[in-house]
């Protein structure tokens, strides 16, 4: 079969197109038949070697597909089932063998590219908007990334559960994104600066919450836009990791900082079936709609990296196999 894999980490040239066995599902898995395929940042840490990873690797987090063989055991998909789903790697390639407990079942109405331009990104948006924090209606939260992959899905859910949003955006197309999804106020950070423009906005006061996966470049403007006991959710390191931080610096207000990942608020079959849904839910009432700004082939995965990395896109990217 035809797969991207690393031999070793470094830019996106390191993403190699080569062949290899089909996986066989070991007992416990489920061998997958790929239709399109997630691109998440977190591909771009395992590339670049931010994030540790055994080599020779395929990456790749998500992918939506059919059932296409079960390995021992396996009793929640039959042979035919239409599936997506998170798992740690392999996802860049025309089959993947995934253990069954992180793969969903597809909706009809839930399309192979919708389906895997959302799943890993859709979970992360719902554990950060209901489980994190959980957003009340009426609060006014800060968004960074705003017309990014989570980002637009974080900025529709969260208008559903009531909130006011304040959104940051890297260009004016992105702001005209976030703007259509219903983001109250977008500021373009590259220009503006943030906490300023959130003290405006708020009145002095501050959100209660802050939604920061740029890291580096945007840590000091997201813990200055913090009101009294806030909560600083730093979920990703778009411009690099955050450096060290001394816990006095919480003393500003008394804030509360956590660094949530997916895995540890989607950890068994049963709470990966109900993120989903309630995903997936969304979606087909037309709550959440998926923006998905690019499309490559799978052939062509460094220049969607190259994309990601050079802050070009807009909403999800999914490759095609
Ligand atoms: P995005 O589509 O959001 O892409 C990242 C965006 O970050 C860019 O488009 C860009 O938007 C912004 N950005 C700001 N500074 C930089 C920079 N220096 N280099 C590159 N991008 C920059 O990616 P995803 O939706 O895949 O992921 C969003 C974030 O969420 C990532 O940080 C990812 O790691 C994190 N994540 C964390 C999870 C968790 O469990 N903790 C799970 C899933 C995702 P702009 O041009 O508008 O600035």
């Known amino acids: 079969m035809f797969a991207i894999q690393i031999n070793r980490t470094g830019s996106p040239d390191v993403l190699e197109a080569v062949t290899l066995d089909r996986p066989t599902p070991k007992p416990g898995q489920v061998l997958v038949r790929h239709e399109a395929i997630g691109v998440n940042f977190i591909d771009t840490y395992l590339r670049s070697g931010l994030y540790p990873l055994p080599l020779p690797a395929v990456l790749g987090g998500e992918a939506a597909g059919v059932v296409e063989a079960l390995g021992e055991g396996v009793t929640r998909f039959v042979v ?17 063998a995934v253990p069954a407990d992180r793969a969903v079942r597809l909706p009809d109405g839930i399309g192979f590219d919708v389906a895997a331009a959302s799943l890993l990104k859709g979970m992360t948006a719902e554990f950060l908007l209901r489980r994190c924090h959980p957003v009340q209606a009426g609060e006014t939260i800060l968004i960074q990334a705003a017309a990014g992959g989570v980002g637009t899905i974080l900025v529709q859910w969260a208008k559903h559960l009531g909130a006011t949003v304040i959104g940051t955006v890297g260009s004016e197309a992105k702001a005209d994104l976030a703007r259509s999804l219903g983001c109250d106020h977008v500021i373009l950070y590259r220009h503006e600066d943030v906490a300023t423009r959130v003290r405006e906005i708020t009145g002095g006061v501050g959100v ?11 840590f000091e403007g ?3 836009s913090l009101a009294r006991r806030g909560l600083f959710v730093t979920f990703g390191n778009a411009s690099g990791p955050v450096p060290p931080l001394a816990p006095l610096r919480l003393m500003a207000g008394s804030l509360y900082l956590t660094r949530p990942t997916l895995a540890d608020y989607v950890r068994t079959a049963a709470e990966i079936d109900d993120s989903a849904g309630q995903l997936f839910r969304l979606i087909a009432d037309g709550v959440v709609k998926i923006e998905i700004g690019q499309r490559f082939a799978l052939a062509d995965a460094q220049a969607a990296h190259r994309a990601l990395e050079g802050r070009e896109t807009l909403g999800s990217t999914i490759l095609i196999p």
Do not use: E
């Open 208 to 218: 209660p919450v802050a939604y920061d996966s740029v890291g580096k470049d945007t």
């Open 80 to 96: 035919g089932d239409r599936v997506a789903y998170s798992a740690g790697a392999g996802g860049y390639s025309q089959y993947g």
């Open 222 to 224: 997201t813990l200055a």
